[in-house]
């Protein structure tokens, strides 16, 4: 189980949210870098113990959101009742991560828990938010389960490689963060 200090998790908190604000929408010049808000939401569950952070993530997500298209544009394309399918959808993600932090160990064999948990995790995602949008937002005449099918094998592989490279940068900065704690731990019972 990851057992981080409150100051650390406070860091990675202002760290994720940040992430959030800068690749969500399209208001900042890092508009290229693809949306983080997946990672996010899983990492949080991972490495962040209080639960109120589910529902602050998912303020700022809808914040951005309706910022990125303006008040007056509520009505915009991706605005409509199946927007709130996004709470369970990203609740997969962040349930898939508190279970993850539950059967992490600081073992290599934890990679073998987390790329499943992970792509599990983002699959139940992708049915809610997709599924949803196809099902709820009165976009589409008359959706079928097979279109959603056809939707899930064309946006999931997506979806789950931009979560994967996200959480592997978080995976590289975690091991680096332990090492260097590791080895300042060796230095100081040295001295």
């Known amino acids: 189980m990851l057992n981080l200090s409150r100051s650390t998790q406070l860091y990675i908190g202002v760290a994720l949210v940040a992430l959030m604000a800068m690749t969500r929408g399209s208001h900042f010049p890092l508009q290229n870098l693809p949306s983080a808000s997946w990672a996010v939401f899983f990492l949080a569950g991972v490495l962040l113990r209080p639960k109120w952070v589910f529902p602050l993530l998912f303020a700022e997500a809808t914040l951005i959101d309706v910022a990125s298209v303006g008040w007056i544009n509520a009505g915009h394309h991706c605005m409509s009742v199946a927007y709130w399918m996004l709470i369970p959808a990203y609740g997969a993600l962040w349930f898939g991560g508190r279970l993850y932090a539950g059967w992490h160990r600081e073992t290599a064999g934890s990679l073998a828990i987390l790329v499943p948990v992970m792509a599990l995790s983002a699959l139940v995602c992708q049915l809610f ?17 097979m279109g959603m099918v056809e939707r899930i094998a064309h946006y999931y592989p997506q979806y789950l490689s931009t979560l994967a490279l996200y959480v592997g940068i978080a995976v590289v900065l975690y091991i680096g963060a332990r090492s260097a704690q590791t080895l300042l731990g060796k230095q100081s019972h040295q001295a």
């Open 129 to 145: 938010s997709s599924g949803g949008f196809y099902f709820l937002s009165g976009r589409y005449d008359a959706p079928t389960l």
